[in-house]
């Protein structure tokens, strides 16, 4: 009898083992044939390299004002021209590319700690649990993003990014709370589940271990689809004046600088929004190319 629990599971897991993983090879080629979340992802993957350069390295400092003459246009030196106070755009954009993708995939790292863990739970044991989340939840749509973006700013500071990056997550956990708890409402009367009980598996493992496992490929493309939410929301709030502090630059930021010249110097503003743009497509290129490639309804 003592080694009965043991050939139930392995007979249970081992399948499930090669399924997932049989999942993720499928997705993977699916993946490739979209040329679009393809390139999308490769200039991501460039962003992220002129972030992480921006650290060592920019053509010009990002904060020492008359480098060039204000409101410069563009000129072979400087290739994106200067700001009102004579700094560089270019090198400010560089800069500001560290800004927009910290907010973005903190944000999310937050919504993950936040979300995974409520949706799990909920979805897992409902009862008064799922009850609370659902109402929780409903209030925190019910109130506008922007106004408790705003409220929690004012009460932690607006000065640092973590203060930023936590006052966005708090508006956006509520989409992967949701979406969790729904995979774990779905998920937890499976037979693998079943068989993790018959087990004496724990609550524990049975969540983290069989459930999430199974529910990961939603809450990837979630995830990714998230991340242009946030860092269009920290670009909002720079444009307000609440965002990231000067000098320290902001795609946001720089954007709202420019307005005031926009008919004299349109590059200032050109620049950071164009950058904004197309960042924000390919994160939602790619997103939209895992969903395709996870949705197993997309199988042929």
């Not at 997705?27 to 200039?43: D, E, H």
């Not at 650290?55 to 020492?64: A, E, K, L, R």
């Not at 720079?238 to 000098?247: I, R, W």
Request: aromatic letters at 8%; charged letters at 15%.
């Amino acid at each position: 009898m003592g080694g009965r629990p043991i050939a139930i599971t392995t007979f249970i897991a081992e399948p499930m083992a090669q399924r997932r993983a049989g999942l993720w090879t499928d997705a993977w080629r699916r993946l490739r044939r979209n040329r679009l979340a393809l390139v999308a992802a490769t200039y991501l993957l460039g962003l992220v390299g002129v972030a992480i350069l921006a650290v060592f390295w920019t053509p010009y400092s990002t904060t020492h004002q008359g480098i060039v003459l204000p409101y410069q246009g563009p000129t072979p030196a400087h290739p994106l021209g200067g700001d009102s106070l004579g700094r560089d755009v270019l090198s400010r954009l560089m800069e500001g590319a560290q800004i927009s993708l910290l907010v973005g995939v903190g944000t999310q790292v937050v919504v993950l700690a936040l979300g995974v863990p409520l949706g799990l739970l909920a979805g897992y044991f409902r009862s008064w649990l799922d009850a609370a989340l659902s109402l929780l939840i409903n209030i925190f749509y019910g109130v506008p993003d922007l106004l408790v973006a705003l409220i929690l700013i004012v009460l932690l500071g607006h000065s640092g990014l973590g203060q930023i990056i936590f006052a966005i997550a708090v508006t956006r956990w509520m989409d992967m709370a949701r979406l969790v708890r729904g995979q774990a409402m779905s998920l937890r009367e499976r037979e693998f589940v079943e068989a993790a009980r018959s087990c004496g598996s724990g609550t524990f493992k049975i969540l983290f271990r069989h459930l999430l496992p199974n529910a990961l490929g939603p809450i990837i493309v979630q995830a990714t689809l998230g991340i242009p939410q946030a860092i269009l929301f920290e670009a909002f709030l720079s444009f307000l004046g609440l965002g990231v502090q000067p000098p320290t630059p902001s795609w946001g930021s720089m954007a709202a600088d420019g307005v005031q010249a926009i008919r004299i110097s349109p590059h200032i503003v050109l620049a950071p929004t164009i950058a904004l743009s197309v960042t924000l497509m390919a994160f939602n290129f790619v997103g939209d190319g895992l969903r395709d490639a996870l949705d197993p309804r997309q199988r042929r």
